[in-house]
């Protein structure tokens, strides 16, 4: 079975200019999630998705992030514009179905972003 | 102070030495993971706890609800599981909050 994919594994752009991450979970998974991972540090949540809907965007930068997932299965991340501080991984996790007690995240290989 | 706190930050040890990393928390959570991730960044999910104890291998995970407390061991380590292992606890509210990781590094 294919495991979380991302897309592009790498990108490095100027600052100001916008960029766009695509993921697609792992089929089957209603639940997505979208992870910016700085250097020595764990991963941040960016959004959650339950099925179509972001059931929890509170800690995405709602002036240059936004996110859809439009069907309820791939989901794009864009930044625009992109700022120097935005350089870091951006991973992409599915789960199914969130239990009482959580579900486990199966995490894609992530896209490491480098703004110049 | 974060919510989840992980020790030690840095671990070396040699080949074959049993491995305890530690992970408490200061909220209340529904469920707790572990996560490994290896250089070049890909994360693998180890393990999911909300009592007890599970064991995979040479990995072992308990956690301690009412102490706040999880505990990674790896028994006969190996170089290849150098790796950064992440705890992780989903508080009632539905949010996951991160540590900062346990850098392993095994020798040989």
Redesign the interface.
């Known amino acids: 079975e294919a495991g979380v994919v991302q897309s592009p594994r790498y990108k490095i752009i100027e600052k100001k200019q916008p960029v766009a991450f695509w993921c697609n979970p792992i089929s089957g998974h209603n639940t997505l999630y979208w992870y910016r ?1 700085n250097l ?6 960016l959004i959650r998705y339950e099925n179509e809907e972001a059931v ?1 965007d509170s800690q995405l930068p709602k002036d240059r992030f936004s996110a859809e997932r439009l069907k309820g299965v791939d989901s794009t991340l864009k930044i625009q514009p992109a700022e120097l501080g935005d350089s870091a ?1 951006y ?1 992409c ?1 599915s789960s199914f179905n ?1 239990g ?8 894609g ?2 896209t ?1 972003l480098l703004v110049l | 102070k974060n919510e989840v706190e992980q020790s030690p930050q840095n671990l070396t040890a040699q080949e074959g030495e049993f491995i305890t990393i530690n992970c408490s928390y200061s909220v209340g959570i529904s469920a707790l993971h572990w996560l490994q991730q290896h250089p070049g960044g890909g994360i693998v999910s180890l393990f999911m706890l909300s009592s007890g104890k599970k064991k995979h291998g040479r990995l072992i995970a308990t956690i301690n609800i009412q102490e706040k407390h999880s505990s990674l061991h790896i028994t006969a380590s190996h170089p290849r599981d150098s790796a950064v292992y992440i705890c992780a606890a989903m508080n009632r509210d539905d949010k996951i909050i991160f540590g900062k990781g346990t850098r392993l590094h095994i020798l040989p």
């Open positions: 991972q020595g540090q764990g991963p941040e949540l929890d991984v991973l996790a969130r009482l007690d959580g579900e486990t995240q199966y995490f290989p992530g490491r």
